[in-house]
């Protein structure tokens, strides 16, 4: 399964390092999947904000028209690095069927996006990238004391805002007691009908609760009483091709064990903070 860099650090070979890291990150993260994604070779990406819209005006026939610029200003997103190290015996990794690096090199793959997501969605330290709880701008809905006497008019309100500043909100995110609270409250007293709808994209896919047609994502990430209204389009997720998935068979030599280590690089960017919608409880973060 491995290849050699010149370094002698045996490596899983890049098309497999994008089927067993890369892609279970970028499908199961839901910070990646409610963003644009971008892929860069780069160290750091610039990403353009545009700050002024060149003027127009209604002008005659045969008349000079004034020209204008538009204004720029940009984001500048350097991944950082989450990583992971375990080591196993020679023994288990040479024996078992399926074969335990590949069962390690999975776990791995599911901590990356427990530690991605919790970033994202978070305001954890450096080296660890900036997310959504240490933005500044955000646009605030109150949902009210409880969501059991919530309806579906703060997840409107939120839409509303979005449109207002020309966004558009292409999820709500919340965690899962209170992804549970709002699948529990129906459309009436005395109705059975849940407000929230249920639907399936394909034949393939898991059932996804929506509120007003935006899909429902669910994520442990995300603090109690609190639901994010993110546009797609205002929301960057940034990741460095430099993906690695490494089995090393020497550095435990002296007892005989194997080093397997997976390493990620991302970055955020939310261009347009007000377009983001932070729906609370006013008992919720």
Partial sequence: MTTADGSGRPLVPVDQVQQALVLPVTRTSIAARVSTQTTTANNEVHIPIVTGDPSTDWVAEGEEINPSNSTFNEITVTPSKVAGLTVISRELAEDSTPGATDIISAGLSRDIVTKIDAAYFGALAA?????????????????????????????????????????????????????????????????????????????????????????????????????????????????????????????????????????????????????????????GA
């Fill in 127 to 283: 080296p660890a990238p900036s997310g959504l709880g240490a933005l500044t701008g955000v646009t605030a809905v109150d949902a009210g004391d409880s969501w059991e006497a919530v309806t579906i008019d703060p997840f409107i309100v939120a839409m509303s805002n979005a449109a207002t500043v020309g966004a558009t909100i292409t999820a709500f995110v919340t965690n899962p007691a209170d992804e549970l609270a709002l699948a529990r409250l129906k459309q009436a007293t005395g109705s059975n009908l849940p407000l929230l709808e249920v639907t399936r994209p394909t034949d393939t896919d898991a059932p996804v609760r929506t509120i007003a047609g935006v899909p429902l994502y669910v994520t442990t990430a995300v603090a109690p009483g609190t639901v994010w209204g993110i546009p797609q389009a205002f929301s960057q997720f940034v990741l460095r091709e430099s993906a690695e998935l490494a089995v090393d068979q020497s550095a435990f030599f002296t007892s005989d064990r194997v080093a397997i280590r997976a390493t990620m690089r991302v970055g955020f960017a939310f261009p347009y903070p007000q377009a983001v919608q932070h729906i609370t409880l006013s008992t």
